[in-house]
């Protein structure tokens, strides 16, 4: 045999020989006995590179609640979003999956027989999260649409008034407890209304002008934004460096750009939340009613809970035009669980809780206590859940991964444990695990809730072994300075490790 054929054979051989000690390192490393599996997950949270955080991790076999694996769960940990677990379970079990939030138009007296409203037109929101392009196709006029010609079709041809946006059904501020003062700028901190719109949050984006020394050219989405836009950004020759500065007065509805942009750029994008949504409600709807031939001789104006204490709705007295519906509870949970949604999160929060019936109690305080109460009868030990929002954003929030279990525990049970399951991120699939545990035993295998706020991690859910048994499990690390795609990595191998597992846990 040639020499060059003799090398290559040997190199051949060398190659399969390191593919199957790979091959059989990979199966080695699987556990196949309970004791390997606690082994192997030990080893893996008390990996050096987590020596300064804190992992708490539980993980149990549903059919019998036998613990299979416990490191520090009944420790409190900020939880962040699977915080949510706790709401949704709430809001599902107190209204179940087919409930409909209304929203209302009223008005002080029946409009006469030529379609004219001699008074306000009076839109009364009860936290209906849907007039929102997640719901509609991506078109957030069609929800408007829809109410305008329900408005239309009870017989209304003119309003003398105004238009009145009501957010008064919660007694809130428009701000969740614990959240911290740079949230409020961005979409996961949008404002809580019981009138919402597009998420209560918009997008900005910048463009050149169509030749150097012009104005960047502006548009929003949606078109119809209660925002001033003061444009200071210039258009600039080919290859000038890009600088945008984006100024916007804390809680003001103003907003500054200025800089350069270069005249081949892509431009720029903002995301930004919109104060006062209740407001921008109004116009929204008001917009519609106008395009439908609706004459309206006021103005468009909100009012909150504190305004009506000063004038209060007249209770019995107020003439019902027409309501439109929400989509089934289940679908808004769906998209608050899979996408991680704050806002719907402490809206259905408050929808399951309803207005309090103690005088002078807010809302959100009350809502929480109702949350306590269905955690209690759901087997949550007092003082292992310790919520202080809807969504996990607030810092104040501390939860034990034995609270998160015995809750998963509880809804595998539910007479709408399918229903809650289905809410759930199907890991390589859709949510916020559509990219992770691809080409794993937990594809489409492992559902859960994430969370991540900084320093804060979390991943809880159901997964099935490969002996096609299935557990429950909480994993939540805390004080972690690495980045989040590490933190991922690490809760994405310990739920796949579980996957993996061979070997019989009855």
């Known amino acids: 045999m040639p020499h060059y054929q003799r090398r290559h054979v040997c190199c051949f051989f060398i190659l399969l020989f390191a593919y199957a000690s790979t091959i059989s390192a990979t199966r080695a490393a699987v556990a196949s006995t309970l004791s390997e599996l606690r082994v192997r997950l030990k080893g893996s949270i008390e990996h ?4 300064r955080a804190q992992f708490g991790v539980k993980v149990i076999f549903l059919p019998t609640g036998k613990t299979i694996f416990d490191h520090q769960s009944d420790k409190l940990f900020r939880p962040a979003s699977n915080a949510k677990l706790f709401t949704g379970a709430f809001a599902l079990d107190k209204l179940g999956p ?3 939030i209304q929203t209302s138009a009223y008005a002080s007296r029946k409009p006469a027989a030529n379609g004219k409203l001699n008074g306000d037109l009076i839109l009364y929101g009860r936290g209906d999260p849907t007039f929102s392009p997640r719901f509609h196709s991506g078109d957030v006029r069609k929800p408007f649409q829809r109410f305008a010609r329900a408005i239309v079709v ?5 309003v003398s008034g105004d238009i009145v946006a009501d957010e008064s059904y919660f007694n809130i501020e428009p701000f969740g407890s614990g959240w911290v003062w740079d949230d409020l700028r961005e979409a996961y901190g949008a404002e809580i209304s019981a009138l919402n719109v597009n998420d209560n949050a918009a997008s900005i984006t910048l463009l050149p002008g169509t030749t150097v020394g012009t104005a960047a050219r502006v548009s929003t989405s949606p078109d119809l934004l209660p925002i001033q836009i003061i444009n200071r950004v210039g258009t600039h020759p080919i290859g000038t460096p890009e600088r945008i500065v984006q100024h916007w007065p804390f809680l003001e509805s103003r907003m500054t750009f200025a800089g350069t942009l270069a005249r081949d750029s892509n431009g720029r994008v903002f995301s930004i939340t919109v104060r006062r949504p209740a407001h921008w409600f109004g116009q929204m709807l008001a917009r519609e009613l106008k395009l ?19 004038n209060p709705l007249p209770s019995g007295q107020l003439e019902h035009i027409s309501s439109v519906a929400a989509p089934p509870l289940l679908e808004i949970i769906r998209v608050m669980m899979k996408d991680s949604v704050n806002l719907y999160a402490n809206l259905m929060l408050l929808q399951a809780a309803g207005p309090p019936t103690e005088n002078g109690k807010d809302a959100e305080r009350w809502a929480l206590e109702q949350l306590q109460q269905f955690l209690l009868l759901a087997g949550v030990e007092s003082g292992a859940a310790d919520l202080d929002d809807g969504s996990g954003l607030s810092r104040r929030t501390l939860v034990s991964p034995s609270a998160v279990v015995r809750l998963l525990s509880f809804m595998s049970e539910h007479q709408y444990a399918k229903e809650f399951a289905s809410t ?5 699939q859709d949510g916020t695990l559509a990219n992770r545990m691809k080409q794993s035993a937990a594809e489409k295998n492992a559902i859960g809730k994430t969370g991540t706020l900084k320093f804060a991690h979390g991943l809880s859910g159901y997964v099935t072994t490969k002996a096609d048994e299935r557990l429950a499990f909480s994993i939540l690390l805390n004080n972690y300075d690495g980045s989040s795609s590490s933190a991922r990595e690490a809760m994405d191998a310990l739920v796949v490790s579980l996957a993996e597992f061979e070997g019989k846990l009855e």
């Open 48 to 51: 050096p590179r987590f020596h």
């Open 98 to 100: 087919a409930f409909r």
């Open 154 to 158: 009870a017989g209304i041809k003119s």
């Open 292 to 310: 439908l031939g609706v004459v309206i001789g006021g103005k468009v104006h909100a009012v909150n809970w504190t305004e009506r204490l000063l």
């Open 424 to 428: 759930l991120a199907i890991a390589g």
